[in-house]
């Protein structure tokens, strides 16, 4: 029983560094919002002005 009492505290240390990445994900949404804007701008230009029928 007492080795599993050790186990237990290497276990808590783990989650302090978790707490570290958090920090470097939220600069990385800043730079997702200006990508889906761009993907918006392309989708409005479309290629049904070419009727090729009339020809």
Do not use: S
Not at 12 to 24: F, M, N
């Amino acid at each position: 029983r007492r080795r599993r009492r050790r186990r237990r505290r290497r276990r808590r240390r783990r989650r302090r560094r978790r707490r570290r990445r958090r920090r470097r994900r939220r600069r990385r949404r800043k730079r997702r919002r200006r990508r889906r804007r761009r993907r918006r701008r392309r989708r409005r230009r479309r290629r049904r002005r070419r009727r090729r029928r009339d020809l």
